[in-house]
């Protein structure tokens, strides 16, 4: 007879392949006509408030991997945190100003168009150009199953938002911490203009390394600063034998140069090199004789550096008389201890340059190319000019030595030209006034770092870095609101002024401040405070973009409904250190007196197979439209959670098909589970937990366990540690243990069995609790397994909207259960290793040909004794016998004796279990165990026919 029909084997509508190609877009497309994220706050309206504040990545281009990371990661945790009883609303952004923008439009009609139009028009492509990137951006990142108000971002260029960033500057001005001055910024030749710190980039470059000659202009001075015998060895050379010694990896910098540094706490001492003397650090001195492969022809004189100060040497070639000044910035880590100092060329030189009253001389005009201030080089490139300074120098005779050097040097972040420092005047945010910087590191120490290393990294940066150039010569932008007085050229900012603009701005855009007559602009009878004057000139210069992002605690937080500053969590990559961590933090204290977030998270940069950075050169870039196109995004999801990315974490196509390996796995295990509730009416069916069978509850607290590791997992930002929990759980604890053992009673029972619904309760819960725990991760899956779950009362439509699954308030299993089940486990572990040994030997085919006999004394030997009509279904053998008698040690348990051996009676043709007691010659069914004859007796018999 066939008895299949009477079997209750898996149904389910639930697919076994996803098909996420197809099926992801139409579940998006469900939960936007049913406002699934307007449902989520709906149903946390009342709950505690978690922000996560979005930082807004830049409208150029379409979404790259690391945009779908950073997008993927924040949506795990709003829709966990959402789940968890919070409210968690997020409003997406974009920053939408700035130079690549520009650039852009720049190259889409060309140099010279670009010229010919007004400053507003280019504005306007620009404006276009962002917001057809942003529609660009969007549409991807939708794809990506995240949740938030998509169709109302926050954008760096909406008037509102221009407006508070005008209002936000005015108050750094009006506190005293804005002031323009000219100094040395770093610039960019092909950008052609200033740089912020975070703007920078540093990669290896060569440059010529020389040592310079400074000669000394009379021995008077030189004589006071050493011993007699020093005063004596001076005697025997002219003036011009006698130099201070100087290194330089930028020859370019020369013709500025307005003086020499030496650190007064170091020792000096004049070397001999035949007939002249060289003067450096004595910290230096060997390194410096080795470098220029010389040996000293006499004794050493001894310098008394106090008395270098303020004496005359002579520029290498140009007719000018350098002092010797002193600045701590001076050290032996490399060069000689001398260094040539250009104000207008180094911050370090500037500071001391103000100090003696130098000039800020910068020869170099915006393309990077020498003006007629240095005579001789004019309409050259610095950076194609060192061999030319060299050349003059060598001539003059003052070339002590050469080489080139590779070292790490700066790069424009956008053109990756290697820039320069240059003074021009420029727009800053002191960080002394107010102690902005030391309030700003008590902030650091108060916050959240994830992980902990972030708050050293940028605490460095902030300890270091100097005043915050915030001006742009540049069109595309927020403008800096200012005027400068016509008479006398004062500069005035914020006050009055700030706010009548603002709120111009606020209906208009900010490029009224362009279109408008200045008079229109200005409040009524605005004089100027240094010479009482009414006429003025509007600021041209633009805002860093680094300011636009950086207000956006003001712009956002703190203007759009449902939303509150300080945020709970800002969430980028570890760039941000330096980037938008770092402005917010700057303005948000100098304004607030506080951080705009209580916790920082950050994650690292996305690497190929090999470990090399992406690159369209390397061919090794990979498109997340690639791989949602042949995987799905969810199989992108589970690989973003599945990597520990608080360091660089890698992608390939091996990586991803892994990735789609682990996917299937958790899915085929939803399946199963699912399709053996297909009949179980879970309101009807329920069984309460005291009321299950043991390994019904050993799964369930096996889950509890499960439950409770993944929280805190979630808790921590650990998501890596979820899908290793996950997987874990799926393969191990299921697939290999409980559902293995678990089949033939869902199986073979009646349908309405108590066994079996004990069985069909666990499973339930078992699915249930997976979707919970899957569905920040996996929501596609997770809403799915959801849908083919059976309905309970007042469940809702979607998986988003219940809570996150939590251990019940009372143990799935009472005291000392879990831990026999576990010794049980190790016994299945053994014997199934034995059973495998005798298949290999063609002893056995099926486990169920296996008669299994026992033997162990103390707690395992008396476990086995207690649970000896349980074995044969733990173990999935026909027949187990517990002894007392000496059996061959197992090879993996000690102390268990084992004896595996082909069992003996008949195989029932329905369940497949060896038994004695098939059949019968008055056997309705002659070929069927006692146990599944009483079964069948119970059923229908349409069901049992031959």
């Not at 001391?352 to 990077?368: F, K, M, N, T």
């Not at 390397?618 to 199989?635: Q, T, W, Y």
């Not at 009372?810 to 190790?826: C, K, M, N, R, S």
């Not at 038994?915 to 059923?939: F, K, N, Q």
């Amino acid at each position: 007879m066939e008895y299949r029909a009477t079997l209750n084997l898996p149904r389910t509508s639930f697919p076994m392949r996803a098909n996420a190609v197809q099926r992801e877009p139409e579940r998006l497309l469900r939960w936007n006509e049913t406002g699934l994220y307007a449902a989520m706050l709906e149903r946390r309206r009342e709950a505690p408030l978690f922000v996560l504040h979005d930082g807004p990545p830049y409208a150029n281009g379409e979404m790259h991997l690391g945009h779908a990371l950073n997008r993927i990661l924040k949506d795990i945790v709003i829709k966990y945190k959402s789940m968890a009883g919070f409210r968690t609303p997020f409003v997406p952004g974009w920053d939408c100003h700035g130079l690549p923008i520009e650039l852009q439009v720049e190259k889409e009609i060309g140099r010279a168009a670009k010229a010919e139009l007004s400053r507003v028009e280019v504005r306007r492509r620009c404006a276009a150009y962002a917001l057809r990137s942003v529609d660009l951006q969007r549409n991807a990142i939708l794809r990506l199953g995240v949740v938030g108000e998509w169709d109302r971002p926050y954008l760096t260029l909406d008037p509102a938002y221009e407006a508070t960033e005008i209002r936000e500057l005015a108050r750094i001005a009006d506190n005293g911490s804005l002031y323009r001055r000219r100094k040395p910024v770093y610039w960019c030749g092909s950008c052609e203009t200033a740089l912020a710190e975070a703007e920078v980039e540093y990669e290896d470059k060569t440059s010529a390394s020389i040592w310079i000659r400074f000669r000394a202009t009379a021995l008077g001075g030189l004589g006071a600063a050493t011993d007699e015998a020093g005063r004596r060895a001076l005697e025997e050379v002219r003036p011009e034998a006698v130099a201070l010694v100087a290194w330089t990896t930028t020859p370019w910098t020369l013709p500025a140069n307005l003086a020499l540094a030496l650190n007064p706490k170091l020792k000096y001492v004049g070397l001999r090199l035949g007939e002249t003397i060289a003067i450096v650090a004595e910290g230096r001195a060997a390194g410096f004789l080795e470098s220029l492969g010389v040996a000293e022809s006499g004794a050493r004189l001894t310098i008394d550096v106090a008395a270098l100060e303020g004496l005359g040497f002579r520029h290498p070639w140009l007719e000018r008389e350098v002092p010797v000044v002193f600045g701590d910035h001076v050290t032996l880590e490399s060069g000689t201890g001398v260094v040539h100092t250009a104000p207008g060329h180094g911050q370090e030189d500037y500071e001391v340059g103000l100090h003696y009253g130098l000039d800020i001389l910068s020869p170099v005009d915006a393309r990077g190319v020498f003006t007629h201030e240095a005579p001789g080089f004019e309409g050259l490139r610095i950076f194609e000019a060192d061999g030319e300074v060299i050349e003059r120098i060598e001539r003059a005779g003052n070339l002590a030595g050469r080489e080139s050097i590779r070292h790490s040097y700066p790069h424009c972040w956008r053109c990756k030209k290697p820039l320069f420092f240059r003074a021009t005047e420029q727009w800053f945010v002191s960080m002394a006034h107010q102690d902005l910087r030391e309030r700003t590191l008590d902030a650091v120490d108060g916050l959240k770092w994830i992980p902990q290393w972030g708050r050293d990294r940028i605490r460095g940066m902030i300890e270091s870095r100097p005043d915050w150039c915030i001006s742009r010569q540049r069109i595309w932008g927020v403008p800096i609101v200012a005027v400068h007085c016509e008479d006398c050229g004062e500069a005035h900012a914020g006050g009055a002024l700030a706010q009548r603009v603002a709120a111009i701005v606020e209906t208009e855009g900010a490029d009224a401040w362009l279109e408008r007559p200045l008079e229109e602009l200005l409040p009524e009878g605005m004089r100027c405070r240094g010479c009482s004057g009414n006429r003025f000139r509007r600021e041209t210069d633009i805002l860093d973009v680094w300011f636009d992002s950086g207000v956006s605690h003001a712009a956002v937080l703190e203007q759009r409904e449902g939303l509150s500053s300080p945020a709970d969590l800002y969430l980028e990559g570890s760039d941000q250190h330096r980037g938008w961590f770092h402005t917010s933090l700057l303005t948000s204290v100098a304004t607030r007196g506080r951080a705009p977030y209580l916790a920082c998270l950050t994650h690292g940069f996305i690497l190929d197979g090999k470990g090399r950075k992406m690159s369209k050169s390397l061919g090794n870039v990979v498109a997340p439209d690639d791989v949602i196109k042949r995987l799905g995004a969810d199989v992108l999801r589970l690989w973003v959670a599945a990597e520990d990315y608080r360091g660089d974490i890698s992608v390939s196509d091996e990586i991803l098909n892994q990735i789609g390996e682990a996917y299937r796995r958790i899915r085929n295990t939803a399946r199963f589970l699912l399709g053996n509730l297909e009949d179980f009416d879970s309101d009807r069916d329920r069984l309460p937990r005291e009321a299950l069978s043991d390994l019904d509850r050993w799964a369930l607290a096996r889950l509890d366990r499960l439950k409770e590791r993944v929280e805190r997992a979630y808790e921590a930002a650990e998501f890596h540690t979820v899908v290793h929990a996950l997987n874990n759980f799926c393969s191990v604890d299921l697939s290999a243990r409980y559902l293995d053992i678990v089949k033939d009673r869902v199986y073979c029972s009646a349908p309405a069995d108590s066994d079996r619904r004990s069985a069909q309760t666990a499973m339930e819960e078992i699915a249930r609790s997976l979707a919970g725990l899957l569905a920040p991760i996996l929501s596609f899956l997770a809403e799915e397994v959801w849908e083919a779950l059976p309905r309970r009362a007042g469940d809702p439509s979607s998986i988003l909207l219940t809570d996150f699954p939590g251990r019940p308030a009372a143990p799935a299993v009472p005291d000392g259960l879990e831990t026999e089940w576990e010794h049980l486990l190790e016994v299945r572990a053994a014997v199934t290793k034995a059973i495998e040994g005798e298949r290999q030997a063609g002893v056995l085919g099926h486990s169920l040909e296996a008669e299994v006999r026992l033997s162990a004394s103390g707690e395992i030997g008396s476990l086995l004794r207690r649970r000896d009509a349980e074995l044969a279904e733990i173990f999935i053998v026909s027949r187990v016998v517990v002894v007392d008698e000496v059996l061959p040690e197992s090879a993996l348990l000690a102390g268990l004796g084992l004896l595996v051996t082909r069992v003996g009676g008949a195989k029932c043709e329905r369940c497949w279990i060896w038994r004695d007691d098939i059949g019968g010659e008055t056997a309705v069914h002659p070929g069927v165990c006692g146990r599944c004859t009483e079964v069948l007796s119970r059923m229908p018999p349409e069901l049992v026919v031959a």
